[in-house]
């Protein structure tokens, strides 16, 4: 697109650049006297030519003068139209604020005197004044007011460095000095920045006047921002800036809504704002102008504000939506049924997550406890972690053995765990990424034996992956457990033994949040316990590895197997359970059986060992907490231990007692904790 049919595109098809260079008011295609001689007739207007594709202006009384928008500006500033059409180009691209790439201004003519009509004064700027004086004044009452319809007050008007004026002085393109003076018809106002003024007089037919250098990216309302937010409005005028400020709201303008807004304002705008909003006119041009924007600016997600009015003269921007009587309110309503719109699927997504106290959700059913202390249930991961050797997939084949069953098992079969029993024969799926094919046979023989069944149940489905490789794994994870729920009417449990050879790494962060979040996910989608098996020694009562600390996050429930001092016994440790505290739930053991073959239950560790367990863990716990600080305040330390322990504040309160009382911690004269007697041992 070459620069003309730019700035054609940009100016209504050039009836804005008609609208900026023209003395006095008009409408399309009504007749008013030629502003270029002494026409006693209206003979002129301005008219859409549909096979041209822009307006021109035609003088009925002389043919000589009647030409597009671009001869127009030419003889307003007493151009050649075919040898000065560069320098036109770049009057027109800089007077109404474009930013298109034209040209070097310097190579601009100045124009002539005597080629305009010396009744008016031209609003084309060929270049910027360099004088111009202004006689500030007192805002009267009557000049007050008229601003007030709009809400802005004279704090506002202080605020964003508004002027009432009695006179302005500067010098038109003949070189010759003019000066306007304000009266109670015609008040007159000034914009007043940095080396460069903008006068607005809002009931004279030349309602702008330009003084001093103006910058080249003329931005209003900037300075006045807040530093960050959640919606900043850009809108068509000053005093829609002013107006909207007035009522609450971030805002600003360019010298049009024509105008090019440049991308670095963007860019900075987006990095302090949540919303960007374009609050353009109603009228053609402001429309026409918002959706441009939109355009432009696709990627930042702009939104487009279209206001109720009807698009007349006292009815097309923000300030005259104020001025009706309308409220802060109002327009905070029109913004959330625009965001209503922007996030329609976000809203149905909501409302499909957003509790209906009415009617609660199904209860979360535990499918693996422990007196009476849940810690795998529907809905939920649960996970058991341990080292090489200490009986975690022998664990695993007592939990298998109780869902298999119609019936409860005696907790004492399945190794001191109350297993839920699966009278519905829900699908129970095993999914094991590290034993041999043979080895996971031999122990699907000892789940069946001790579940006291000869063979297989049809719902019962136990899956070798080490021969796949590890995407494929979570792949037939996945689609397996959509089949066997649909074919089953729903799945009881499943296990994943070995859920680190799902990726590719167990410290991979983003790998591990991944995975954890999609076994969640699948957990809650099929209303059903997932068990992850997770092949690491954890470190007192933290996990290992970015894919432990997610299933820290995560789970439920956490179980840890570690040799016992007994080294024929292997011993079950609570680190997390859903409520209260895992360091007071009792500490199981099991070990091997010659005659059965198998691992058996053989009871709790004693309340003394209980306790010397919970004291070692809490003196590990407390040290961690001091070791770079010598002491904490009370408030911080639930906190931390929270942290630490994956607790709730009700459970780290009772921590931070019990420490208190075993001397693990103590105060100092503040009331800050300190290392106790037993942390110095």
């Known amino acids: 697109m070459n620069i003309k049919e730019e700035i054609l595109g940009r100016t209504n098809r050039g009836l ?109 700027t060929v ?23 709009y809400g802005i007050t004279e704090e506002v008007l202080h605020r964003f460095h508004v002027k009432a004026l009695t006179c302005f002085k500067s010098i038109n393109r003949e070189g010759k000095p003019y000066s306007i003076y304000s009266n109670d018809e015609e008040p007159m106002f000034g914009y007043v920045m940095q080396g460069f003024i903008k006068v607005y007089r809002p009931h004279s037919s030349i309602r702008f006047l330009y003084g001093g250098e103006k910058v080249e990216d003329y931005v209003f309302g900037l300075e006045q921002l807040s530093s960050k937010g959640d919606v900043v409005y850009i809108t068509g ?100 049924k625009e965001l209503n719109k922007l996030y329609a699927n976000t809203l149905m997504m909501m409302k499909s997550c957003e509790i209906d106290y009415d009617n609660p959700p199904e209860a979360s059913h535990p499918i693996v406890s422990v007196n009476g202390v849940p810690l795998g249930t529907q809905d939920n991961l649960f996970c058991i972690t341990g080292g090489e050797g200490t009986g975690k997939s022998n664990y695993i084949s007592a939990i298998l053995s109780g869902v298999i069953n119609e019936e409860a ?36 023989g000892r789940t069946l034996k001790r579940a006291g069944l000869n063979r297989v149940p049809l719902f019962f489905h136990s899956f070798y992956l080490a021969s796949l490789s590890r995407q494929e794994r979570l792949k037939l994870i996945r689609d397996s457990m959509d089949m066997l729920y649909h074919k089953y009417g729903g799945i009881q449990l499943v296990v994943i033994d070995g859920i680190a050879d799902l990726i590719r790494s167990a410290n991979d962060e983003s790998e591990s949040i991944a995975v954890v979040d999609e076994l969640y996910r699948l957990a809650g989608i099929y209303n059903t316990c997932i068990i992850c098996v997770l ?29 016992d001092d007994n080294p024929e016994l292997s011993v079950v440790k609570a680190l997390k359970v859903r409520d209260g505290s895992p360091l007071d739930v009792p500490m199981m053991l099991f070990g091997w059986d010659k005659e059965l073959d198998m691992f058996t239950y053989r009871g709790e560790k004693s309340k003394a060992e209980k306790e ?8 590990s716990v407390a040290k961690e907490l001091l070791k770079e600080q010598k002491s904490i305040a009370y408030s911080d330390l639930v906190v931390s231990v929270m942290e630490e322990m994956d607790v709730k504040d009700r459970t780290a309160k009772k921590y931070i007692a019990y420490m208190r009382e075993q001397n693990i911690l103590s105060q100092d004269s503040m009331g800050n904790y300190i290392k106790g007697k037993l942390c110095h041992t």
């Open 409 to 444: 098992l005696d907790p004492a079969t399945t190794l001191g765990l109350r297993i839920a029993a699966n009278p519905r024969q829900l699908a129970v799926l095993h999914y094991d990424t590290e034993q041999s094919e043979a080895q996971l046979h031999k122990n699907l």
């Open 127 to 149: 270049a910027p004044p360099k004088r111009f004086e202004f006689t500030p004044k007192t805002f009267e009452q009557r000049e007050l007011l008229f601003w007030f319809r």
């Open 535 to 563: 092949h690491f020694v954890p470190n007192g009562v933290k996990l290992r590895g970015h894919i432990g600390s997610e299933l820290q996050r995560k789970a439920a429930g956490i179980l840890s197997i570690e040799n």
């Open 612 to 619: 010397k367990r919970k004291t070692v863990e809490l003196i």
């Open 237 to 336: 005028g000053e005093k829609d800036v002013m107006s909207l400020s007035a009522h609450g709201f971030n805002a600003i303008c360019l010298n049009s809504e024509t105008a090019d807004i440049p991308k670095s304002l963007m860019e900075l705008l987006s990095r302090r704002f949540r919303h960007i909003v374009i609050l353009y006119d109603v009228d053609e041009t402001g429309i026409r102008a918002s959706f441009k924007v939109l355009q432009t600016f696709s990627e930042l997600s702009i939104l487009r504000l279209e206001l109720p009015l009807d698009g007349g003269k006292t009815q097309k921007d923000i300030s005259d939506f104020f001025s009706m009587g309308r409220i802060a309110k109002d327009l905070k309503e029109l913004l959330a």
């Open 16 to 124: 804005d650049v008609f609208t900026y260079y023209m003395p006095m008011d008009f409408v399309p295609k009504r007749n008013f006297r030629n502003p270029f001689y002494e026409d006693k007739r209206a003979s002129c207007n301005i008219y859409f030519d549909s096979k041209n594709d822009c307006y021109r202006m035609k003088d009925f009384g002389n043919e000589l003068y009647s030409g597009d928008c671009f001869w127009f500006v030419a003889m307003v500033a007493g151009l050649d139209a075919k040898r000065d059409f560069r320098n036109i180009l770049q009057m027109i691209n800089r007077d109404l604020g474009l930013n298109l790439r034209v040209g070097q201004d310097s190579s601009i003519s100045k124009m002539p005197s005597k080629s305009y009509n010396d009744k008016t004064m031209s609003k084309a």
